[in-house]
């Protein structure tokens, strides 16, 4: 796998159960998967890439940021790469992805190249109010500027742009599926994710209150896409849902994806599991959920590092919450950095969301946001937290 972050990681430990060695490159030795895996190959140029794929099996990678000239000479090399660069492209390129989708027929926010700042004013003008995105590069919420004012500087700076339409949304949905080279193909149910500044902060799993012909549509739009693309491996399609019902395709990732991080316990079988069968050709897992509703919460490096340890935090929230299922990733806690994830699986999403909430909240701040504490006196919060461990 090209890249050692926490999807590096987390495939790592799929990997383990499959008889399976993951090697990864790694940019640096405190990289997250760099942290855990034996064989760790460092490096981002072509050369370390030729290196560390001699005698793989297949070459995957974790991030899409790797140069479309050194995996063209991968695949030069006789390397298995999967997903392809023809099919990676889209995943890298915003304005080469829209463009193939509206010859595809898919529903895409109007979008135009931006040149010069008088491309954006005409764009205004024609649709209305618009986003500015980084053409390449963009992630949580980074390459996205909301009040395009900018984009004289932004353009001096080398950045290449785009605009894009302001879709008015009733919430972001995400269609993750996986496809083999063999063409075997499977979905999961199609979730919600909430976003704030710009970030996914949870997963609900399925997506509360959607349609089941719009999810089935949801679903079969991500697989024809990964078909007419070729995509090898995992594709996330993330999706607006406009307030008259209808999906508007908004980005794609050719790789395990946040927003399907509940299926590690939510799921038969995990994305990132399911990543290593598709691009081993292997016969694909079931996708069938583990629970009615499934919630992951991020948790997000504080503004201020709480005084309490991380380690301790985990100690607290295992008192209070013992089913909550942590993954930390082993960075530094840095303010809005994603450091780990929680997991809860349960009946009712309302009260399984809460749970979640609570659980990452208390790990990024070591505060309670409902006030509870195990040293309360008896009769308020001890008892109280007594009580959720009896309902865990």
Same mark, same amino acid.
Request: with cysteine; proline share 7%; aromatic share 4%.
């Given at each position: 796998?090209?890249?050692?972050?926490?999807?590096?990681?987390?495939?790592?430990?799929?990997?383990?159960?499959?008889?399976?060695?993951?090697?990864?490159?790694?940019?640096? %030795?405190?990289?997250?998967?760099?942290?855990?895996?034996?064989?760790?190959?460092?490096?981002?140029?072509?050369?370390?890439?030729?290196?560390?794929?001699?005698?793989?099996?297949?070459?995957?990678?974790?991030?899409?940021?790797?140069?479309?000239?050194?995996?063209?000479?991968?695949?030069?090399?006789?390397?298995?790469?999967?997903?392809?660069?023809?099919?990676?492209?889209?995943?890298?390129?915003?304005?080469?992805?829209?463009?193939?989708?509206?010859?595809?027929?898919?529903?895409?926010?109007?979008?135009?190249?931006?040149?010069?700042?008088?491309?954006?004013?005409?764009?205004?003008?024609?649709?209305?109010?618009?986003?500015?995105?980084?053409?390449?590069?963009?992630?949580?919420?980074?390459?996205?500027?909301?009040?395009?004012?900018?984009?004289?500087?932004?353009?001096?700076?080398?950045?290449?742009?785009?605009?894009?339409?302001?879709?008015?949304?009733?919430?972001?949905?995400?269609?993750?599926?996986?496809?083999?080279?063999?063409?075997?193909?499977?979905?999961?149910?199609?979730?919600?994710?909430? /976003?704030?500044?710009?970030?996914?902060? /949870?997963?609900?799993?399925?997506? %509360?209150?959607?349609?089941?012909?719009?999810?089935?549509?949801?679903?079969?739009?991500?697989?024809?896409?990964?078909?007419?693309?070729?995509?090898?491996?995992?594709?996330?399609?993330?999706?607006?849902?406009?307030?008259?019902?209808?999906?508007?395709?908004?980005?794609?990732?050719?790789?395990?994806?946040?927003?399907?991080?509940?299926?590690?316990?939510?799921?038969?079988?995990?994305?990132?599991? /399911?990543?290593?069968?598709?691009?081993?050709?292997?016969?694909?897992?079931?996708?069938?959920?583990?629970?009615?509703?499934?919630?992951?919460?991020?948790?997000?490096?504080?503004?201020?590092?709480?005084?309490?340890?991380?380690?301790?935090?985990?100690?607290?929230?295992?008192?209070?919450?013992?089913?909550?299922?942590?993954?930390?990733?082993?960075?530094?806690?840095?303010?809005?950095?994603?450091?780990?994830?929680?997991?809860?699986?349960?009946?009712?999403?309302?009260?399984?969301?809460?749970?979640?909430?609570?659980?990452?909240?208390?790990?990024?701040?070591?505060?309670?946001?409902?006030?509870?504490?195990?040293?309360?006196?008896?009769?308020?919060?001890?008892?109280?937290?007594?009580?959720?461990?009896?309902?865990?």
């Amino acid at each position: 796998m090209i890249g050692a972050g926490q999807l590096a990681r987390m495939t790592h430990q799929a990997a383990i159960a499959l008889g399976q060695s993951l090697r990864v490159l790694a940019a640096a %030795p405190a990289d997250p998967a760099a942290l855990v895996c034996a064989d760790v190959h460092l490096g981002t140029d072509l050369p370390a890439m030729r290196a560390f794929s001699r005698g793989c099996s297949a070459v995957t990678f974790d991030h899409e940021g790797v140069p479309q000239e050194h995996l063209r000479a991968l695949v030069a090399d006789g390397v298995p790469v999967h997903p392809g660069p023809e099919a990676l492209l889209h995943a890298q390129d915003k304005l080469v992805m829209r463009r193939r989708l509206v010859e595809l027929g898919v529903a895409v926010p109007q979008f135009a190249p931006v040149r010069e700042p008088a491309d954006v004013e005409r764009f205004v003008a024609d649709h209305g109010p618009a986003v500015l995105k980084a053409v390449r590069g963009g992630y949580d919420g980074r390459g996205v500027w909301m009040q395009p004012s900018s984009v004289a500087e932004l353009l001096a700076s080398g950045t290449p742009l785009m605009v894009e339409q302001l879709v008015p949304l009733r919430r972001e949905l995400t269609a993750l599926v996986a496809r083999s080279p063999f063409g075997q193909a499977a979905a999961w149910p199609v979730v919600e994710t909430v /976003q704030a500044d710009g970030q996914c902060v /949870q997963v609900l799993a399925p997506a %509360p209150g959607l349609d089941d012909e719009v999810a089935a549509g949801a679903q079969h739009l991500a697989l024809r896409i990964a078909v007419e693309l070729g995509v090898t491996g995992l594709l996330a399609v993330e999706l607006f849902e406009r307030p008259d019902g209808r999906l508007v395709v908004n980005e794609l990732a050719m790789r395990p994806h946040n927003s399907g991080h509940w299926t590690i316990e939510g799921s038969r079988t995990s994305q990132f599991e /399911q990543h290593l069968r598709a691009v081993l050709d292997y016969p694909l897992g079931a996708t069938t959920p583990t629970a009615p509703a499934v919630v992951m919460a991020n948790v997000l490096g504080a503004a201020a590092p709480p005084d309490m340890e991380l380690d301790e935090r985990v100690h607290h929230l295992f008192a209070r919450f013992p089913d909550v299922r942590v993954h930390l990733y082993g960075k530094v806690e840095r303010p809005a950095r994603k450091v780990g994830h929680v997991t809860v699986l349960g009946a009712d999403m309302a009260t399984v969301r809460e749970r979640a909430v609570l659980a990452a909240e208390w790990l990024s701040t070591a505060v309670w946001s409902d006030g509870w504490s195990v040293h309360a006196p008896r009769g308020a919060g001890a008892d109280a937290g007594a009580r959720e461990v009896a309902r865990a």
